[in-house]
């Protein structure tokens, strides 16, 4: 069992930076995927970007590709994700999942192959 909490979420103006944090418990080793999905209410979950190993292999949405940067302190078991420029339509729950193999996947940014999430923080961008 894998436990993660998100941190680092808020308000920023357009154009603004935030980082989020996902620490994680238990069950987790470094040869493992973390990734970071977002959700609006009424939409799907959509995969942002995730990270093998200690950067091993990373995956960007193309909504996000040059403006978030995922990383991952194995040491430490926690994943963050650097994010400029942001804009309103970045305005969303953002989650961390875990799992094993998911990100080393084609469909990598798929929500059902990760079996771990965290409960959220919220990104409002104005």
């Known amino acids: 069992q894998v436990q993660l909490v998100e941190s680092g979420g808020g308000s920023v103006q357009a154009g603004g930076s935030l980082r989020l944090s996902c620490a994680a418990s238990?069950?987790?080793?470094?040869?493992?995927?973390m990734g970071w999905f977002r959700q609006d209410p009424g939409k799907e979950r959509e995969g942002l970007a995730t990270?093998?190993?200690?950067?091993?292999?990373?995956h960007y949405a193309d909504s996000v590709k040059g403006r978030f940067t995922i990383s991952r302190d194995s040491a430490e078991n926690t994943a963050y994700l650097q994010m400029d420029r942001l804009q309103p339509e970045d305005t969303a729950m953002y989650y961390c999942?875990?799992?094993?193999?998911?990100?080393?996947?084609?469909?990598?940014?798929?929500?059902?192959?990760?079996?771990?999430w965290g409960q959220g923080t919220q990104v409002t961008v104005s």
């Open positions: 990270i093998y190993a200690g950067g091993v292999a990373t």
């Open positions: 238990g069950y987790i080793t470094s040869g493992s995927c």
């Open positions: 999942a875990a799992d094993r193999l998911a990100c080393l996947r084609d469909n990598w940014a798929e929500p059902r192959g990760y079996n771990s």
